[in-house]
């Protein structure tokens, strides 16, 4: 399995940085009362930090929003993954529990304020993409079941002829959504060198402590980072 970025994408964006973990061998189907705990910790941590602020206009989103731009994407029309959640949060919304592993992802989204990715590695023809979209192309609207196209050149997610993220990190696919019986999955974690590269390192070192606290010793994980002079990550080969 590989987890690659496209030349293209590192010409409209040198800085971006991809923070990946892999696991597999997870037992999803458990409910788990102190990774639910964590997460709604983490919100209430979050709506105190956005008091009287609005998450577009901070150090935290404002790089998402210029990368939007850069790519051709009007941030305003479609909002990153992260500024549409925290945004959500700031407003006192909260977020719902889902199940164990995308919880666990929401948490150290929220906590790090990235955005962050989850993709069932058994559904992946290969491996997993950040690449512009070509012909033949073809997304499923999480919760949807009718095909559309991307546009043509469009930064996605892709794994083979299947887009698993328009837009960059707006919005992600029906295909190889993570569900209780989900084993193996990767989470790719977005962020910029120079911004906030710290804060993709220490989410990716919190996801390998607290999958193994909340999943056993026993799991299988793989870390990686990629960026322009290393665009692929390699793992369970």
């Not at 696991?23 to 910790?41: C, F, H, M, W, Y």
């Not at 790089?63 to 305003?76: Q, S, T, V």
């Not at 559904?123 to 043509?152: C, K």
Request: hydrophobic share 35%; proline share 5%; with cysteine.
């Amino acid at each position: 399995m590989y987890y690659q970025i496209a030349p293209e994408v590192f010409e409209k964006l040198p800085a971006a940085c991809f923070g990946a973990v892999a696991v597999r061998g997870l037992d999803n189907s458990r409910t788990i009362p102190e990774l639910e705990e964590l997460l709604q910790k983490n919100i209430r941590d979050c709506e105190t930090y956005f008091t009287d602020k609005r998450p577009k206009e901070t150090a935290d989103i404002l790089p998402y929003r210029e990368a939007f731009r850069a790519l051709g994407i009007n941030p305003n029309k479609y909002l990153c993954s992260i500024e549409a959640l925290l945004t959500r949060i700031a407003k006192g919304k909260g977020f719902p529990c889902i199940n164990a592993a995308v919880d666990l992802g929401n948490a150290i989204s929220i906590g790090h304020r990235l955005p962050i990715g989850a993709h069932d590695i058994d559904s992946l023809e290969g491996g997993l993409e950040v690449r512009p979209a070509r012909p033949g192309d073809t997304f499923v609207a999480f919760g949807e079941t009718e095909e559309e196209s991307p546009d043509r050149g469009e930064i996605v997610y892709a794994s083979g002829s299947q887009v698993r993220t328009r837009r960059w990190t707006w919005r992600q696919s029906e295909r190889g959504k993570i569900t209780r019986e989900t084993t193996a999955i990767l989470y790719p974690i977005d962020g910029f060198a120079g911004v906030n590269e710290g804060e993709v390192q220490a989410a990716t070192e919190e996801f390998v402590t607290l999958l193994r606290r909340f999943f056993g010793a026993d799991v299988e994980i793989e870390t990686g980072l990629v960026d322009r002079d290393h665009p692929r990550f390699d793992f369970f080969v």
